[in-house]
């Protein structure tokens, strides 16, 4: 499903140099293909805003190439954003009330920082629920990233999140729990998915407000779960939309943050990420970090290089098949015009007939 470059974002010449097939607005105007409409909610911070945008695009470009996906990225009041992130957006991105007239196909909402306990506390947790309503009104699917399914879990169900003891972060096997729904169909039954985040929502809590989870990890938890109608909302709390070296960056952001005394210990490696030899090239790094920090020298350059060819990513394909799923049952469900969620004779409340 190619995508089509109907705008000049920065990410789409970045992905046509990557090898993805993206279309030009002439070539797709003729061809005789349906268009879907695909808004994401890029909630991420500058450091990570067009990083996001790449990895939601590369995953939706991946899905089966009979339709013509446009992607609407736009954000929300209460991030905030530096003055060039924040040209970015009035550049490249459309406005929530844009967005609302034109209506979507589907949802996609990316994860977000936080800087207070709870979540109703945050900035933008108006702005994102304002969103959220309009949405399950007015959109065939949506699907949450990380800190979104945490957001609109609580939003829907009243299910808070649970402060971890430490962060979860690295790459965990999951097993499906449910290999009968459409989501999964034609996946494997054991897969890895990265996470990164200091909070969780339980099984026991998805499960007795009646969603559906698919897919779990022994030392994860819950990754893969769903409404209880069967695919209105779409819950990752993993982030199967990860470069390969997205935890390698966060590694490297936490490093400097020990350095420069924002954080009182020392990084501990993502777990299942890094191999033997990786671990031993940090570990080295490490020794050189704590001597600039206490000398006051410069530190280091980071050894990206040495590492960069040790780093796998186990979790992509994975990801592909359940974007393909997804998108593939919204194709099958949608109302052609964008302002319908979904076509003559669909009940919203079990869309899949399950």
């Known amino acids: 499903m190619p995508l089509v470059a109907y705008t000049d974002l920065p990410t789409f010449q970045r992905l046509r140099e990557e090898g993805e097939e993206i279309l030009d607005p002439d070539r797709a ?29 590369r995953l939706v470009g991946a ?20 003055p060039e992130a924040q040209a970015h957006i009035a550049k490249y991105y459309e406005s929530f009330e844009q ?13 977000a920082n936080v800087s207070h306990p709870r979540l109703p ?5 108006q702005p994102l629920s304002e969103v959220f309503f309009w949405a399950k009104e007015n959109v065939t699917s949506i699907l949450c990233s990380c800190l979104a399914t945490h957001a609109l879990i609580q939003y829907c169900y009243g299910i808070e999140r649970t402060r971890l003891p430490a962060k979860r972060w690295g790459v965990f096997s999951h097993k499906l729990i449910d290999r009968s729904h459409p989501l999964v169909a034609e ?27 698919l897919a779990v990890s022994q030392e994860a938890g819950v990754h893969l779960a ?30 400097l943050r020990f350095y420069r005394a924002e954080r009182d210990d020392y990084p501990p490696f ?6 033997d030899v990786v671990q031993q090239i940090l ?33 992509s394909d994975t990801a592909k098949a359940v974007f393909n799923n997804w998108l593939g049952k919204i194709y099958q469900l949608t109302h052609q015009e964008r302002g319908l969620p979904f076509m003559d004779g669909i009940d919203p409340n079990n869309p899949l007939g399950l």
């Not at 967005?99 to 994860?111: N, V, Y």
């Not at 769903?226 to 966060?250: A, C, M």
């Not at 080295?284 to 990206?304: C, I, M, T």
């Open 29 to 57: 105007s003729n061809q005789d293909i349906r268009e879907m409409h695909i808004g994401l909610l890029n909630m991420m911070p500058d450091a990570a805003l067009e990083a996001t945008e790449r990895q939601f695009f």
């Open 63 to 82: 899905c089966n190439q009979i339709v013509q996906f446009h992607v609407h990225p736009f954000t929300i009041e209460g991030m905030k954003r530096s």
């Open 99 to 111: 967005i609302k007239r034109d209506g979507l196909d589907a949802l996609i909402i990316s994860g």
């Open 121 to 125: 506390e945050e900035d933008f947790w």
């Open 187 to 213: 996946i494997n039954t054991r897969f890895d998915v990265p996470h990164s985040r200091f909070n969780e929502i339980f099984q026991s809590d998805m499960e007795r407000h009646g969603l559906k989870v």
């Open 226 to 255: 769903v409404s209880p109608d069967g695919f209105r909302i779409v819950f990752f709390q993993g982030h199967p939309e990860y470069d390969d070296i997205s935890l390698l960056k966060e590694y490297k952001r936490e490093i």
């Open 270 to 275: 993502p777990e299942h990420y890094f191999n």
């Open 283 to 315: 570990v080295d790094y490490e020794q050189q970090v704590r001597l600039a920090k206490q000398s006051g020298q410069r530190l280091a350059e980071f050894p990206e290089s040495l590492v960069l060819e040790h780093i796998d990513n186990t979790w």
